[in-house]
Nanobody, 113 residues
Framework: QVQLVESGGGLVQPGGSLRLSCAAS????????MGWYRQAPGKEREFVAF????????NYADSVRGRFTIYRENAKNSGYLQMNSLKPEDTAVYYC??????WGKGTLVTVSS
């Protein structure tokens, strides 16, 4: 059974930065693609970023490309989302996903002055 625990969310001013972390239990992390998704109040969950098992392939939603960076440290069973130049519209609960259907409980990011 895989468990994913996100951390690193919080309140940040527009233009600021945060780094989200996703810690995974179990032994399959290294072999699975992972991603970050987010859900803003009143909206559906949406894709944010993807990374392949070895880390060589990444993909981003258009809304975050150039501002967010996804990476992983398989030796630590951990994945990360570095978020820079944050905007109020980035406010959401951010979820870690391990392909295909393992999810964390989320961490709240609030971008506000």
């Amino acid at each position: 059974q895989v468990q994913l625990v996100e951390s690193g969310g919080g309140l940040v001013q527009p233009g600021g930065s945060l780094r989200l972390s996703c810690a995974a239990s179990g032994s399959i992390f290294t072999f699975k693609p992972m991603g970050w998704y987010r859900q803003a109040p009143g909206k559906e969950r949406e894709f944010v970023a993807f990374i392949s098992p070895g880390g060589s392939t990444t993909n981003y939603a258009d809304s975050v490309r150039g501002r967010f960076t996804i990476y992983r440290e398989n030796a630590k069973n951990s994945g990360y989302l570095q978020m820079n130049s944050l905007k109020p519209e980035d406010t959401a609960v951010y979820y870690c996903n391990l392909y295909p259907n393992h999810w964390g409980k989320g961490t709240l990011v609030t971008v506000s002055s």
